[in-house]
Each structure stands twice: as C-alpha cells, then as structure tokens.
C-alpha cells in the first residue's frame, strides 16, 4: 500500500472519529487523589482523607448530636485550616467570611461605604458576586443587613456559613467536602444564592462556592450512546443565564434555562428541574442533560451519564441541589436558533372597575390550555393595589410564532375584552431570535423586600379541562387576590419528550405554576411571625391544595414550611430518590432543608424563627 493511500486512509479514520463526545475542562483536569492524600504527613492526610481510606477517622461521630461549629472545641483549629489552604489551588480562595454589612457597624464602620452599600442592596448582583450572600435573606437570619433596610443595632454571622472555598478547581471541591466531612463540620454548596428557602446558607458552615466555575464550551455534533446526537454545550456550574444566551446566540443555537437574568443554570436550577420560557416547546431544563460531572459524598469525582453511574444520571435530574454531591460541570442539548413574538399589556381596575377586571382576567385564565398547547408561556403578575387591581402581562412569550400567530393563539381573549368594552392596545414585537426578545422581556430582576416569604403550587391541566373546573380554580386565586395576596403566574407545559427523570411528575401535568407570598416584619414577635406564616402555609396554601389534589409544588420556588414535602416535589420519585441518597451519602455529609433524604436532621435555629441561623442537629437525639 502506498504511503499516499495510508494517509488517505488515516485522514478518512480522523474524520470518522471528529464526533465530539465527553471531554473534561481545564478545571476538572485538577483532582485529588487517594495517592497525594496518602503522600501526605499523617495529621493533613487525615484531615483531607476520602471516605473510608484509613482506617482511622479524624473525629468519632457516633454520639455527636449536632455538625461541630465555630463555637464548639472540635471546631477546626487555625493549624488545621491553614493544612486545608496549602492543599487549595491558590492560598487566597479559603475565605473567611465578613459579611457585607459589617462596615456599617462597630468601631470600624464606614458610613461613605454603607450607603452606597445601602443603595445597591436591591441590586441582585451585590448578593451573586459575595461568596456568602443570599437572595432570600430572611433565611440567613437578617443579622446583618444595612441599617437603613433593617436595624437590629448590630451585626453577627447568623447563618452565613463560616469558611468559603471558592472553588477554582475539582480539586478543591474535592478539599472542601474531605475536610468538612473528616471534621464533621456542617457543609454547604453557593452558587448564586437564588434559592428561594436559603438553602446555599448555613450556620457555621464551610461553604464550597461554585459561582467562578464560568468555562463553555460548544460541541457542533456530539454523540451521546444511544440516544441523542446533534449540538451540545458543556458549561461549568458557575456559569448563569445571561451568559449561557450570548454564548447559544454566538452559535446560533438555543439552550432550554430560565427567564431570570442572574439565576445560576448549572447548580440548584437545573438539579431542581428548571422551568424556561422554552418550556411549553421543550420541557423542563433537566430533560435535555447528557451528563454532569461531580463529586460524591466520599470525594470522589466522577461522571454521570447515560451509559455510567445512572442512577446518580437519574437523580441529578430533578432531585435539587446540594443533596447528592458538587456538580462541576453539566453538558445540555443545545437546538436550532427560532423567532419569537412576544406580547405585553396591563389592567387596571381602577380604570376599567372591578367586574370588568374579574371578567377579563377570567378570560386570560379560561385560556390556560390553549395557550400551553400552542407553545408559548406566560408570566404575568395579579397585584392587590389598595382597593383596587392590577393585571400585568410581562411578557406573553411565544416562540417560534409570529405576530399574526400570536394575534390568533390570544384571539378568544382578545374578543372578550371587545365585547366587554374594555380597551387593549398591547405592545407586540417580533423578534429574529431568541436572545434579543429575552434580553428585552425579561428585565434584571432586583432582589426581593428582606423579609418576603413565598410559598406556591403547580395546578393540573385537568382543573382548565372544563368551565366548572376553571370556575372552581379561579375562585380560589381571586379570594386569595381579594384577601391581599399577589400573584406572580407561569402559564406553560413542560411538554417535549418527557425523559425518565426524577423531576416532579406534578410538573407534566400542569399548565400553571404559581407563586405567592408575604412580607413579614421582623420587629414583630415570634408569635405574631408564625401565625402570619400559618395563615400563608395552611391558610391561603391549603385552600390552593385542596382545588389540586395530589399534585406539587416546584421545589426551587417553594415555601420553606411546605407540609408533606416529600409528596409535594416529587411524588412517586420520592422513594427512588431516598434509595440512591442512601446510597451514595450514609453520613448526610450534604444536607439542606427539604432536600432528599433530610429528615435525620434540622437546623436548631437560635431565635427559635425557620432559618438557617442555628446548628445543625440529629432529629430526637
Ligand atoms: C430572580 C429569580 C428568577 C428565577 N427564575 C427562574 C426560572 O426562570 N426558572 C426556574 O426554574 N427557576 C427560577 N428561579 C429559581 C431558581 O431555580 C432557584 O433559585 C435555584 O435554586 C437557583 O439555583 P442557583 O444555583 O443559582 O442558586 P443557589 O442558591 O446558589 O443554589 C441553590 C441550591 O442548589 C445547590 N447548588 C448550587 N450549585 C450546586 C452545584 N454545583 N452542585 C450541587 N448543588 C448545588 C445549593 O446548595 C442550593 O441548595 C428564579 C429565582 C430568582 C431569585
Ligand atoms: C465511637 O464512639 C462510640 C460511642 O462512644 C463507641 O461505642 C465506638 O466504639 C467508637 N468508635 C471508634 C471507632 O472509636
Ligand atoms: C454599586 O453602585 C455603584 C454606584 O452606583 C456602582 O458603580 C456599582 O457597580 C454598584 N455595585 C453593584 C454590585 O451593583
Ligand atoms: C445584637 O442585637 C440583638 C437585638 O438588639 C441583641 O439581642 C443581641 O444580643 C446583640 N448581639 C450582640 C453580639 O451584641
Ligand atoms: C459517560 O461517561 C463515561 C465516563 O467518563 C465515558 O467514558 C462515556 O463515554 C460517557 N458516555 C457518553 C454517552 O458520553
Ligand atoms: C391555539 O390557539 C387557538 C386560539 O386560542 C386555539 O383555538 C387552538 O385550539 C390552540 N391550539 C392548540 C393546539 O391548542
Ligand atoms: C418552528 O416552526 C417551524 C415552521 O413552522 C417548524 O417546522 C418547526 O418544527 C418549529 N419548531 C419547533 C421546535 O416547534
Ligand atoms: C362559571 O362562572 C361564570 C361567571 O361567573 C358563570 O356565568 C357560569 O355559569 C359558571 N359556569 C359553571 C359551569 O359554573
Ligand atoms: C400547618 O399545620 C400543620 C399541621 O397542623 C403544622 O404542623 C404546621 O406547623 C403548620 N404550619 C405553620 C406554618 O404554621
């Protein structure tokens, strides 16, 4: 044979194989071994052993009733924490946490900077860029938020955790949960902070910060055995919405990831399920993964996929962050770029009075059906303003449609509105694709008041099937409305190919999910705070239960007080879930409120209010 034609040959073999498929980041390259953790003098190995490779634990747990913390002896000594430092990527990521608001308080305060503190505190990214902040701050504890927003005279941790590793490599992933494990510290995972019950804060704490994790990668054909070949994007966990879009857009392809600008993709997000404005067209965020890469409770790092670790594959789907492991990275399906038209308007009873409002926001929701089976999604707001109302469509999102399609798919609301005399002229725009017409109907949202509380609920299709139906369910939501309560509506299926995931079945039944919520001030007592959160969670919520039986609630937009939690975000997958938890993490090494698996342990919060600010503690130890 030629020279010329083994070449030939050769070239055709390297075509062949030019399908991508697994690669690892940069990032992901650095691990730590068993081999450099047994390398090491006997006290730093021990505190930075895998699960079960010496013989010898650092610390006997078997009757210690709650995670050590900073004010317990056990508590790690700054001899062993600098051991921990030398092993991280660089000195500096071991951080110490100084809570944001410390420099308007003590003998150092500074006022200059506090206010300007102040006046970025609504700002979400003040909170995304600390390493410990939260977006739901009354699950930190509120101990330490600038006095102009919320005066207690002083500021302590609460539940910030103590320590952060912002991680830059596997590695110190892999550092983090070896040390909080050997020294049964209790451990938590940030990304952004979203969470909407505190979950990525913890009271004395080591906190493993993914947010800087921000590689991407694209794969123009990537093969997954046996199921799926096309475009695909792997992305670290720290990667968030805004840049997930720009980098899809600069490749002219869509990625399925939520409204909200800031929310990280890759961490409780997609873990939790994920619900998109592509929803109604594709389903649920964690319907379209290929695999994730992560390490375990015994620290060790590994790949779920299709064809290894399955059940984990399975788990991860779905089954909520911080509960399974440090996702490191996660590669997604990625689909052809679309058009999109996208609508907006407002109601206003003062302007139109009342049964004119009731009637047409009756209409709006007499469509639920349609609406979903055509695509599109919705997010609109029912705010109580005084005696009168407001209804807020922000946007009518309809992919894949153009005006005169969405003119149509509205044209039975539209038509009601002109037989009930009530003017509408809303703003339309059709745009070529799908970054533009979400950078601009989806603007930064600020964080929430400090002391809101939401709860909400996913409603079945099956309650718009029939006018009775809708009668009884819209009744309910206008009470609730009337009472006081706004209402922040999602108007979308999570249709698409309905992968075996452990993603709330609930969620492929439902056509609306809805938050609610309220503020409560903290100057109130304790008791006044709870029966305003009992009228939340067992008033107005049980009287939404009881019109949708046996469905949910989404987990990641979720009271911290749901009752029978386990049935309400993952139903039947619950069991499975639990199973696989077991599994993978007997010593509850990750643990968070309401997360598989959880109810060995409860946080014993020092002001006696549900937050994070207290030790973690065995349940009737
Ligand atoms: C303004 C706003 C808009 C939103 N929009 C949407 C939306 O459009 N669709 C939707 O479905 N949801 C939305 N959400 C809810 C969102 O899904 C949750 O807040 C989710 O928890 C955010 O995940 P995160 O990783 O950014 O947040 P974090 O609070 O940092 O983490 C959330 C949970 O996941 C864990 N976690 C984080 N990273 C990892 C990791 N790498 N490995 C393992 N566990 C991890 C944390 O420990 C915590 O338990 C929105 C929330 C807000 C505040
Ligand atoms: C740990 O402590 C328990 C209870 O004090 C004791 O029974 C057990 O033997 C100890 N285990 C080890 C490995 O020392
Ligand atoms: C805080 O406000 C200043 C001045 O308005 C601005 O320059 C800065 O970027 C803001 N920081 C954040 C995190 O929003
Ligand atoms: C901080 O203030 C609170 C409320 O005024 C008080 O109960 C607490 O003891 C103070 N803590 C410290 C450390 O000063
Ligand atoms: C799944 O992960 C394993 C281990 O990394 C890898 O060998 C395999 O190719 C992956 N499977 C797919 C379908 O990508
Ligand atoms: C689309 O919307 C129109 C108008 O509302 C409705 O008649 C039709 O049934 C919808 N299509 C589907 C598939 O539901
Ligand atoms: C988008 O619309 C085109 C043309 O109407 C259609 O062929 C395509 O299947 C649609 N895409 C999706 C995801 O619905
Ligand atoms: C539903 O409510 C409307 C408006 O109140 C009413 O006219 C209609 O009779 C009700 N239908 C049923 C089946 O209850
Ligand atoms: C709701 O009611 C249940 C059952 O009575 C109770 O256990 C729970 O504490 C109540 N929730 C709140 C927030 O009061």
């Keep these: 044979m030629s ?103 003590g003998n150092t305060k500074n006022d200059a900077g506090c206010q300007q503190l102040a006046r970025n505190w609504s ?10 902040e939260v977006l739901s701050p009354i699950y930190q504890g509120l101990t330490c938020q600038p006095p102009s927003i919320y005066d207690i005279g002083n500021c302590t941790l609460g539940g910030y955790p103590a320590r952060v590793i912002k991680a830059k490599t596997v590695s110190d992933i892999q550092c983090g949960i070896n040390f909080a494990r050997n020294d049964y510290m209790r451990l938590v995972v940030k990304n952004t902070g979203h969470d909407f019950a505190g979950k990525s804060a913890g009271y004395g704490a080591l906190s493993i910060w993914t947010h800087g994790l921000k590689d991407i990668q694209f794969f123009e054909d990537y093969v997954d055995e046996p199921g799926y070949r096309g475009p695909a994007i792997k992305a670290g966990a720290g990667v968030q919405a805004f840049e997930l879009y720009k ?30 404005p592509l929803s109604s067209l594709y389903g649920m965020a964690a319907d379209h993964v290929l695999g994730f890469e992560v390490v375990t409770p015994i620290g060790e790092f590994l790949t779920a996929n299709s064809t290894s670790n399955a059940d984990l594959f399975w788990a991860l789907k779905g089954g909520g962050g911080g509960t399974f492991g440090v996702v490191s990275s996660v590669t997604i399906k990625a689909y052809k770029d679309m058009p999109v038209t996208a609508a907006s308007w407002q109601l206003d009873s003062s302007k139109i009075g009342k049964d004119k409002f009731w009637a047409a926001t009756k209409a709006f929701f007499d469509q639920a059906i349609s609406n979903v089976d055509n695509g599109t999604y919705s997010y609109w707001l029912l705010l109580p303003t005084g005696p009168d109302f407001i209804f807020i469509m922000q946007p009518f999102f309809a992919p894949n449609k153009t005006a005169n399609q969405l003119n149509t798919i509205l044209g039975p609301y539209f038509s009601k509105l002109t037989s009930l005399n009530i003017p509408i002229s809303p703003k ?40 009775t139906g809708r009668n009884i369910t819209f009744n309910v939501l206008r009470q609730s409305v009337e009472a006081g309560q706004s209402l922040i509506a999602f108007n979308m299926a999570t249709r698409g190919s309905n992968p075996d995931n452990s993603v ?50 989404y987990l990641n937009e979720a009271d911290r007080l749901e009752p029978n939690w386990q049935q309400s975000f993952w139903g039947d997958k619950y069991a499975r879930l639990l199973e696989i938890k077991r599994e993978m993490d007997h010593r509850d090494v990750f643990w968070a409120h309401h997360a598989v698996g959880s109810e060995g342990w409860k946080v014993e919060s020092f002001d006696g209010l549900p937050n994070e600010n207290g030790k973690l503690c065995k349940v009737g130890a």
């Design 247 to 276: 980098f899809a857009n600069e490749r002219g392809v869509i990625a399925v990831a939520g409204e909200g600008q800031t929310v990280g993709v890759f961490g409780g997000y997609i873990l939790g399920g994920g619900h998109s």
């Design 123 to 132: 700002n979400s990214y003040t909170h995304i860029d600390d390493p410990t």
């Design 504 to 553: 709330n079945p609930a969620w492929r039944t439902s056509v609306y999910h809805i938050i609610t919520g309220i503020s409560v001030s903290y100057k109130a007592s304790n008791t006044d705070i709870m029966s305003a959160r009992a009228a939340l969670t067992n008033g107005t919520m049980q009287k939404w239960r009881d019109v949708t039986p046996g469905s949910g609630a």
């Design 3 to 105: 020279s010329h034609i083994v070449s030939l040959l050769f070239a055709t073999t390297i075509l062949l194989v030019s399908v991508q498929s697994r690669t690892l980041f940069p990032y992901e390259e650095h691990q730590l071994t068993r081999e450099h953790v047994a390398s090491l003098p006997e006290e730093d190995a021990a505190l930075l052993a895998f699960e079960g490779q010496f013989e010898i634990q650092a610390v006997n747990t078997t009757d210690k009733r709650c995670r050590y913390d900073p004010s317990d002896k056990k508590w790690p000594s700054e001899k062993a924490w600098n051991k921990l430092r030398r092993q991280l990527s660089a000195p500096e990521i071991l951080i110490t946490t100084t809570p944001q608001a410390s420099l308007c308080y």
């Design 428 to 467: 339309i725009t059709e745009y070529k694709s799908f970054y533009p017409a979400w950078q601009a109907e989806f603007p930064l949202e600020p964080m929430s008041g400090v002391s809101g509380a939401v709860s909400s609920r996913l409603f079945p299709r099956s309650n718009f099937a029939s006018e």
